[in-house]
């Protein structure tokens, strides 16, 4: 009799783990797929925070005024407050800065007219300017040369007041024309930004027709004082077309530094072509946050929106956008961005001196 009830006490035990065992599978089967369903939720989620995102930077129409706008060669484009702006001229006969009025939609952004003020100059010879920035504590503008690898400061006359950036010296190891392309000034943020067209010469090959690699490239501040500040690594794309035999290059050509600290990076890949039919550009603009890094550190960059431009038998609104800043806020709060394209001036009659905002 008692073994009989000993035997029943072990399969009732034995019973009762496998309940357990089998509760404890479904439990963990449950757990599984809430969790799956939370996944598969997130990446909904994720979704359409991107097409949020996506919907949120809207690309205007570019546009050219040429009864307003002489042809040029326009390099770099600065905000001065209200429809103030400064444009450089990488041909002009001498070094200096073009004054522009732009009126923008204060809704959409749009750009509404563009006028051409005569150069201010300094009288003194081009040193291939690219890159413009405006100081409003000294009323002031930055120029960066190409040709010398110097960013000069100047009088609202055209005059140089004897102050520069106090560039490091490894920018001095530049390929040839692909130095300072990109310049930038934050009052809030009380820093310049600059960078290289190109990866330098000590740091790697850059990328041409045939050699599809990316351009790794130095992100350089400096603050009020002229004196160089924090230094990042950027990376930028690797060339997306172009076989050996044509004229095919990539780089940074603008930045804009924000308010909050990110800066907004303009890639350009441009293809040409001999007679100019079948050229195209393909505009990218970043979105990069020195903030949390450490200096050296290699920025993430997060596409912001991208365009292409391309000139054939049916479509001439080819555009070698070189120059962007950061513009007005719209009534609602969103941000502008302006952007101005090299024509070369206009080149052939083909090319045209084309404007184009993007708002966010």
Known sequence: MQQSKTTMMKEMIRLLVMMAVMLAGTATAEAQEAKAQAKAQEAVVNKQ?????????????????????????YSGIC????????????????????????????????????????LVTSH????????????????????????????????????????RLHTPEVFANTYDNRGFEALT????????????????????????????????????????????REQYWYITDTLSRGGAKSKC???????????????????????????????????????????????????????MTEFSTRMNLTRRNFANYEGICVGPQLVDGRQVLLLVADSQNQHKGMLRDWFRSVVF
Not at 58 to 64: D, M, P, T, Y
Not at 80 to 90: I, K, N, P, S, T
Not at 199 to 208: I, N, V
């Open 49 to 73: 925070e991107a097409v949020v995102n996506k919907q949120e930077v809207v690309v205007n129409k570019q546009r050219h005024f040429r009864k307003t706008v002489p042809a040029g060669n």
């Open 79 to 118: 905000w001065m407050g209200g429809e103030r702006y400064a444009v450089v001229d990488d041909k002009s006969p001498t070094a200096g800065f073009r004054p522009m009025t732009i009126v923008v939609d204060s809704l959409t952004g749009d750009i509404l007219s563009v006028r051409a003020d005569s």
């Open 124 to 163: 003194q010879p081009n040193r291939d300017e690219e890159g413009i920035c405006y100081v409003a504590q000294t009323n002031t503008v930055f120029v960066s040369g190409e040709k010398d690898g110097q960013i000069i400061e100047y009088a609202l006359d055209g005059q140089p007041t004897g102050r």
């Open 185 to 228: 000034y934050n009052a809030v943020t009380r820093r310049f930004w600059t960078t290289t067209e190109n990866t330098l010469r000590s740091d790697g090959q850059r990328p041409k027709a045939g050699r599809n690699i990316a351009n790794r490239l130095r992100l350089q501040s400096f603050g009020d004082d002229l004196e160089p």
């Open 249 to 303: 290059t990539l780089g940074v050509s603008g930045i804009a530094a924000l308010d909050d600290g990110r800066i907004v990076v303009l890639e350009r890949q441009a293809l040409r072509t001999g007679n100019g039919i079948g050229s195209s550009t393909r505009i990218r603009l970043y979105m990069v946050n020195p903030q949390g890094h450490e200096p050296g550190d290699t920025l993430e960059k997060q596409l």
